[in-house]
């Protein structure tokens, strides 16, 4: 149960597009469509922003977008806003029936 | 309103036993799996342990297997997490979360409650 392999740190400025990369291996992410992304601000819970690869929940903006190729989920946010620095982690479902998160990307907007 | 309210977490010693409590409230709690994550200072998410809507199926990480119990009541509406055997490596802000429809998403958290394990 490693887990996925996601960037320490990106950073963009207001108006621009990120992509956060998420590489996991055949047994998570390359095989099931069960990738999930979570924002989380300091000192809160982590929130659900994409599900099973790239499902919005109801509310979140539709400047999220998530996809996957292979073994490795992206996560990419578009026309950045000041609200969107936190951290972002990924997490896939595993073939042996668990639940494995990335280590987390912190966000810095400039 | 959907909400989680984790409770129980604290100061126990190495080699100690705590039990975390998670109260949920404005969902069919038997009707859904639950999870417990938790996330060390200054570190990322890790998933600790989850269970089925009925309870009948239970799944661990093997960082906590054997050490580890989860369990629901659904007469309360409660989801708990037995810890035995606490270490060090243990001691972070527990969340415990709602499945959107299955394990593979976590779509309500609670706030998280904090077990120090320390001498």
């Known amino acids: 149960q490693s887990a996925l392999t996601q960037p320490a740190s990106v950073s963009g400025s207001p108006g621009q597009s990120i992509t956060i990369s998420c590489t996991g291996t055949s047994s998570d992410v390359g095989g099931y469509n069960y990738v999930s992304w979570y924002q989380q601000h300091p000192g809160k819970a982590p929130k659900l922003m994409i599900y099973?690869?790239?499902n919005r929940p109801s509310g979140v903006s539709n400047r999220f977008s998530g996809s996957k190729s292979g073994n490795t989920a992206s996560l990419t946010i578009s026309g950045l806003q000041a609200e969107d620095e936190g951290e972002y982690s990924c997490?896939?479902?595993?073939?042996?029936?668990?639940?494995?998160f990335g280590g987390g990307t912190k966000l810095t907007v400039l | 309103e959907v909400q989680l309210l984790e409770s129980g977490g604290g100061l126990v010693q190495p080699g100690g036993s705590l039990r975390l409590s998670c109260a949920a409230s404005g969902f069919t709690f038997s009707s859904y799996g639950m999870s417990w994550v938790r996330q060390a200072p200054g570190k990322g998410l890790e998933w600790v342990s989850g269970?089925?809507?009925?309870?009948?199926?239970?799944y661990y990480a093997d960082s906590v297997k054997g050490r580890f119990t989860i369990s629901r009541d659904s007469s309360k509406n409660t989801l708990y997490l037995q810890m035995h055997s606490l270490r060090a490596e243990d001691m972070a802000v527990y969340y415990c979360a709602k499945d959107r429809l299955t394990i593979s998403a976590l779509d309500i958290w609670g706030q998280g409650t904090m077990v120090t394990v320390s001498s």
């Open positions: 099973d690869v790239s």
């Open positions: 997490s896939s479902y595993t073939s042996s029936d668990t639940l494995v």
């Open positions: 269970i089925s809507g009925s309870g009948g199926s239970t």
